[in-house]
Nanobody
Framework: QVRLVESGGGLAQAGGSLRLSCAAS???????MGWFRQAPGKERESVAT????????YYADSVKGRFTISRANAKNTVYLQMNSLKPEDTAVYYC????????????WGQGTQVTVSS
């Protein structure tokens, strides 16, 4: 089993930055990770994903060039550096994990709120 705990959310001004962290515990070896978000009244969307080795990374078009996903396997932690924040980035951000070779993310954190003011 895997437990994921997000931190680092909060309030930022447009143009500002925040860094989210996701600490994993349990059977974390070979775990692909991702960040997702859900804004009020909208469906959850994928923001960025990273493979266990870090050599495969995906970004949603809406965050390319502004957000950076990274991981430190020795610390069982995944990060999402968010720069040039926009009000439309306001959402609850979730960390998720999946086994290598699996298409579905089966492990989820509780979420952390990010609010960007204009």
């Amino acid at each position: 089993q895997v437990r994921l705990v997000e931190s680092g959310g909060g309030l930022a001004q447009a143009g500002g930055s925040l860094r989210l962290s996701c600490a994993a515990s349990g059977r974390t070896f070979d775990l692909g990770m991702g960040w997702f978000r859900q804004a009020p009244g909208k469906e959850r969307e994928s923001v960025a994903t990273i493979s266990w080795s870090g050599d495969s990374i995906y970004y949603a078009d809406s965050v390319k060039g502004r957000f950076t996903i990274s991981r430190a396997n020795a610390k069982n932690t995944v990060y999402l550096q968010m720069n040039s924040l926009k009000p439309e980035d306001t959402a609850v951000y979730y960390c998720a994990g999946r086994r290598s070779g699996s298409g579905e993310f089966e492990y989820w954190g509780q979420g952390t709120q990010v609010t960007v003011s204009s």
